[in-house]
């Protein structure tokens, strides 16, 4: 079965540079979230789009944004990159009408910021 | 706000074993689900077992299963003849149900160490 795809797995980026996350959501899921664990801490909620609309938001720097697209994947995209940033992004899809409380996860993209 | 507890940071247990992950949650919401995710070393995040509030039945997945307790907020996670393979952190979770967002809360984990 087709799993929730991120891209790119690794990323290194120096200080005060920018980064785009993709996250390709499981066919047919409508619902995307995003969340950041940081070395040895728990998942923390970002954001999440429902139909390519903002549904809610989390403990999000301002220096960050997110879209979802048409075709329900989505961006992450980080500026002004901080070292605090460098953590585990994972990217999560659900469907809202079968299952909208069944997150999959994907393998996370591991972000370094040097 | 929902908050989720996890008491213990580490836990061992010996191979074919019997271990009880404990999880406290306080929330003033009436429906909502709790979840146990596991994060082995490569860093997935692996859905172990999922409790509707609704339903006072525990539930149970192979040698997996939990006691839910409502009127306690509290929600363990029983890992009956452990494996090497269910060494793992693993976070208790909490969501709200209904509405038009469904986000994860998590508990700060507890790493699983199971000995040969």
């Known amino acids: 079965a087709a799993g929730v795809i991120q891209s790119p797995r690794h990323l290194i980026k120096e200080k005060r540079e920018t980064a785009t996350l993709k996250c390709y959501p499981i066919p047919r899921h409508d619902t995307v979230y995003w969340y950041q664990q940081g070395p040895g801490q728990d998942p923390q909620f970002l954001i999440s789009?429902?139909?390519?609309?903002?549904?809610d938001k989390g403990s999000i720097p301002d220096r960050f944004s997110a879209q979802q697209f048409s075709d329900y994947h989505s961006e992450l995209n980080m500026s002004s990159l901080e070292l605090g940033d460098s953590a585990l992004y994972f990217c999560a899809s659900s469907h809202s009408g079968t299952g909208a409380y069944e997150q999959y996860f994907g393998p996370g993209t591991r972000l370094t910021v040097t | 706000a929902q908050t989720v507890t996890q008491s213990q940071p580490e836990m061992s247990v010996q191979e074919a074993e019997t271990v009880t992950l404990s999880c406290t949650y306080d929330?003033?919401?009436?429906?909502?689900?709790l979840f146990w995710y596991k994060q082995p070393p490569s860093r997935q995040m692996i859905l172990v077992i999922r409790?509707?509030?609704?339903?006072?039945q525990n539930a149970t997945e192979n040698r997996f299963s939990v006691n839910f307790q409502k009127a306690a907020k509290s929600f363990s996670l029983k890992i009956s003849d452990s494996q090497l393979g269910d060494t793992a952190m693993y976070f208790c979770a909490f969501m709200i149900s209904g509405g038009s967002n469904y986000k994860l809360t998590f508990g700060k984990g507890t790493l699983l160490t199971v000995n040969p």
């Open positions: 789009f429902y139909e390519k609309m903002q549904s």
């Open positions: 929330t003033s919401e009436n429906n909502y689900y």
């Open positions: 409790q509707e509030a609704y339903k006072q």
